[in-house]
């Protein structure tokens, strides 16, 4: 795609009927593909896609939210998605637990904190996805959060109706690939059940016109 996230996007992010929470290993980063003149070119509505996320520690407790888009592009070809990118506003983090209004400020002031995502440090306010190859089912592609660059293969469902066509995916991720240390069992030993998993699962829909 010519130049989205999670994720912080996070990333973003897609995923398969048949691949409920396909966790995604990461490695490094590949080179994005470019649209071609062929490609038919969708729009990203950034208000009416969403990103959800979880995160949880290893005694079983979790926390749940959404985090807004910016922007995005998705370029097909005979219904494959070949290109395109979509941009995380990390800034949005939002925690949707029901929670009061004081737990509910510290828990996101810890996730936008330098412990997580450091949404405040250079370049960190977004969180990118961008589109190496794609398949009828899977999309490999270059996920920057905090100014790491993986690549990461995860499954998608497209679905066109007329100029409008939608995107879903949900997938997992390791934060500990993206340096998001805090909590994490990678970093720290003896943490016992203080330990938060380093999975963060994502349920992402895009939707998108022509």
Known sequence: MKKLLLIVGVAAMFTACTNDNASSDASEAQEVAEAAESNETFTVNAEESSVVWKGSKITGDSHTGNVGLSSGTLNTEEGVITAGNFVID???????DGMDEE????????LASPDFFDVAGPGNGTATFEV???TADSLTGNLTIKGITKSI????????DGDAATATSKFSIDRAQWEI???SSSFFDDL???AINDAIEF?????ATK
């Open 90 to 96: 990390m800034t949005s983090i939002a925690n949707t």
């Open 103 to 110: 737990m509910t400020g510290k828990l996101l002031g810890h």
């Open 132 to 134: 190496a190859n794609g």
């Open 153 to 160: 293969t995860i499954p998608y469902f497209w679905q066109v």
């Open 181 to 183: 240390k805090y909590g």
């Open 192 to 194: 016992k059940d203080k």
């Open 203 to 207: 349920d992402v829909t895009l939707k």
